[in-house]
């Protein structure tokens, strides 16, 4: 199907363990981002890619690791899971222009970590 | 640090009734995105706003920037039901980032 999906839509995990949160676009967006949200803080950035080998950092990166070695996707690693990271994570791309242009959200994925 | 405010956080209003919902922001910035959220489901981009004065209507919705002010504006026009969501502001801040204000839970009751 065309657009932004994630993948998985729902999963559960024990602290410690380590998850990938995959996110996958057909439009040949040059943008890519990562975010959580969580009741009261609206949706905070973890991270962004500008382009296929270029990421860098938002307000909320800790614990977390991604990689865009493909234009299409942009996976979100949690390396050691923590409670603190039960959330729903958004994927969003834009087409260019990263901040200044408008971001399609994926459906999300929710994460329990127990 | 570039802060977003929404205000209020919680509206519960009557079908027909029109109220309006603020955002506020800290920094300077000529954009402002409002956003769409239903229950468990994702976000819809509802108005891009480019530039001060920059005004965007679309149905019983309309999103107006005033970039001297740091402020933007929702306005629900003759509410109804279907508009119950929550409603999502963001601006892009300096350097690299995009802050979401809280958002806005909106009810409208019959």
């Known amino acids: 199907d065309a657009g932004i999906t994630q993948s998985p839509r729902y999963k559960i995990t024990e602290t410690g363990r380590q998850v990938t949160l995959m996110c996958h676009q057909t439009?040949?967006?040059?943008?890519m981002f990562w975010y959580r949200q969580d009741l009261g803080h609206g949706l905070r950035l973890i991270y962004y890619?500008?382009?296929?080998?270029?990421?860098d950092k938002g307000e909320v990166p800790d614990g977390y690791v991604v990689s865009r070695s493909k234009t299409e996707n942009f996976p979100l690693t949690l390396e050691s899971a923590t409670r603190s990271q039960t959330s729903v994570y958004f994927c969003?791309?834009?087409?260019?222009?990263?901040?200044?242009?408008?971001?399609?959200f994926g459906p999300g994925t929710r994460l329990l970590v127990l | 640090e570039l802060k977003v405010e929404q205000n209020p956080l919680f509206l519960s209003m009557q079908e027909g009734k029109n109220y309006t919902i603020y955002c506020n922001y800290s920094?300077?910035?000529?954009?402002l995105y409002w956003y769409r959220q239903d229950p468990g489901k994702s976000l819809e981009s509802l108005f891009v706003?480019?530039?001060?004065?920059a005004v965007k209507q679309e149905g019983r919705l309309m999103a107006s920037l005033d970039t001297k002010a740091r402020l933007s504006t929702l306005h629900i026009t003759a509410a109804v039901h279907d508009l119950s969501a929550t409603y999502f502001c963001?601006?892009?801040?300096?350097?690299?980032?995009?802050?979401f204000g809280a958002g806005t839970r909106l009810t409208v009751k019959p």
């Open positions: 963001a601006t892009p801040s300096v350097g690299n980032d995009m802050r």
């Open positions: 890619s500008a382009a296929a080998d270029i990421t």
């Open positions: 920094t300077t910035s000529d954009r």
């Open positions: 706003l480019l530039s001060n004065g």
């Open positions: 439009w040949s967006h040059s943008y």
């Open positions: 969003a791309s834009s087409v260019g222009g990263g901040f200044e242009e408008t971001q399609y």
